[in-house]
């Protein structure tokens, strides 16, 4: 079964981060919450209190199959200057593991960190005009290698949905589960 963990910085936009962790758990893959933080209670960007599943710091040497990034203007500055975040994402990268940012993580995380490494990827707003390492492409999910990238909430069932496919390796029961939650994918 595959496993997912989903990074929550405080300031996390609490609609990305939710919408992925549900689709996913939907569809039987495992997730696992993690808090960027000292504690597992963790305050969203529209201050909604969270407690993840476990620290990052609890965690920090276990390997996933995917980590998803939520964005969030403050959750992805916090995620960005994070060391252990940095961390974490480089070595699942390094293991070829899904990296899946989604709005400002891509930009901030990923490109302010030069984990881009020429991949093509998305990102909300204007952000992609201060990332020198990789080659932003408009659209609502942009899959390069192993990095699959949403532009923002508002594409949020569009870039679960594609992590799902990835990960399950058939599109059959999500386009199925899709059609099953009435959204056309």
């Not at 079964?1 to 996913?24: N, Q």
């Not at 199959?65 to 200057?81: E, I, K, T, Y």
């Not at 930009?107 to 998305?122: E, H, I």
């Not at 408009?138 to 799902?164: M, R, Y």
Request: with cysteine; glycine share 8%.
């Amino acid at each position: 079964m595959a496993k997912v963990a989903v990074l929550l910085a405080p300031g996390f936009e609490e609609a990305e981060a939710i919408i992925t962790i549900d689709i996913l758990r939907r569809l039987h893959i495992e997730v696992e919450t993690l808090a960027c933080a000292e504690s597992r209670a963790v305050v969203s960007y529209h201050n909604i209190p969270m407690v993840a599943d476990s620290t990052l710091s609890e965690r920090i040497d276990t390997l996933y199959d995917a980590v998803v990034l939520p964005g969030g203007p403050q959750g992805s500055v916090n995620l960005a200057a994070s060391r252990e975040v940095i961390r974490f994402v480089t070595a699942h990268d390094e293991r070829g593991k899904l990296i899946c940012p989604i709005c400002s993580a891509a930009a901030r995380v990923l490109g302010g960190n030069d984990l881009l490494k020429g991949r093509r990827y998305v990102c909300s707003g204007e952000l992609w005009e201060t990332v020198k390492d990789g080659e932003y492409v408009d659209a609502p999910v942009v899959e390069d290698q192993n990095l699959i990238s949403g532009k923002g909430l508002g594409h949020a069932f569009d870039f679960a949905l594609t992590i799902s496919a990835r990960l399950l390796g058939d599109d059959a029961p999500v386009r199925d589960h899709a059609d099953h939650i009435y959204y056309r994918w």
